[in-house]
């Protein structure tokens, strides 16, 4: 039995569709299709239900999930132990939300390549919610997210660091802005259903205000190319913000008691992962200790 194709069932049951889950692992839908084949004939079941669509596991495919799951991981602990004296030598494949892909990772990645010349790092951008499903199953080696507890307990977390959420806005909004303002005039938030839309949600919640939402948008750059073209006050986390600022926009500060944002690295929560975590996380802190 391949453990590849079992890393492929993984990754259609954790994606939406059999093309999702092509695109997440970089070969062709017809590929996918062929593994999953090869899997089933090997072992006499159907594991999908190909009348539906997407196609849908079987009884026999959800049964398979949790095996299979703790097949690839044991696969993965393998090889992580082999090179734990090396941590970032060779592949590493890293999940990063959007944000801190501008924020963190150009820095970190000078800095690992300047430390540790055989490492091969990918980058995949994704939800925290998924990023951390797909460091459970082995997908990825680690991940940066923003910080959500509860954390599950097959996961170790460690802060990289904290920041502060602002408001902001073009001048023509006034020479301060306070939350209240924002039942009022136009909102441009986060998407919800990210990370750090979900915690700037919570802060309009735990502050009593039903903001004017005019749009609700899933990465930075669209939030601030619409706050730059004046439709709207937005809240960022503070690493966010364009440098030079305050010469063009109104910024104040949520002062909400506990309005912070965490962006953590996580890996699976195993011995053999210990040495990669401590290694990884001292380069994101910027403290690699030589």
Do not use: W
């Not at 159907?46 to 849908?56: G, T, Y």
């Not at 949790?66 to 132990?81: C, D, F, H, Q, T």
């Not at 801190?100 to 790092?121: F, G, N, S, T």
């Amino acid at each position: 039995m391949s453990i590849r194709h079992l890393h492929t069932l993984l990754s259609v049951h954790q994606a939406s569709s059999f093309q999702e889950a092509a695109e997440r692992l970089h070969i062709t839908q017809s590929a996918v299709s062929m593994q999953l084949k090869a899997l089933e004939a090997e072992l006499g079941v159907k594991l999908f239900d190909r009348s539906r669509r997407p196609p849908a596991l079987t009884s026999a495919g959800l049964r398979l999930l949790g095996p299979a799951e703790e097949i690839v991981s044991r696969y993965e602990a393998l090889k992580r132990l082999v090179r734990s004296q090396a941590p970032l030598k060779g592949p590493l494949v890293l999940g990063v939300i959007p944000t801190a892909i501008v924020q963190l990772m150009p820095r970190a990645l000078k800095e690992i390549y300047r430390l540790h010349h055989d490492a091969q790092i990918k980058i995949k951008s994704n939800l925290s919610a998924t990023l951390i499903k797909n460091v459970q199953s082995g997908v990825l080696d680690a991940a940066l997210i923003t910080l959500t507890p509860p954390i599950p307990v097959d996961v170790r977390a460690v802060v990289i660091y904290r920041e502060e959420f602002f408001m902001i806005g073009k001048k023509k909004f006034g020479p301060q802005l306070k939350l209240k303002q924002l039942e009022q005039i136009p909102f441009i938030r986060f998407e919800r259903r990210t990370g750090v839309g979900a915690l700037i949600e919570n802060l309009l919640i735990t502050a009593g205000i039903t903001p004017n939402d005019v749009m609700e948008l899933d990465t930075l750059r669209g939030i601030m190319t619409m706050v730059d073209e004046g439709f709207g006050v937005a809240i960022l986390p503070q690493r966010s913000l364009p440098d030079n600022s305050a010469d063009t926009y109104t910024m104040a500060p949520c002062t909400q008691p506990g309005t912070y944002r965490e962006i953590a690295l996580i890996t699976r929560n195993r011995p053999e992962t210990e040495t990669l975590h401590q290694s990884l996380g001292e380069v994101l802190r910027g403290d690699p200790g030589n």
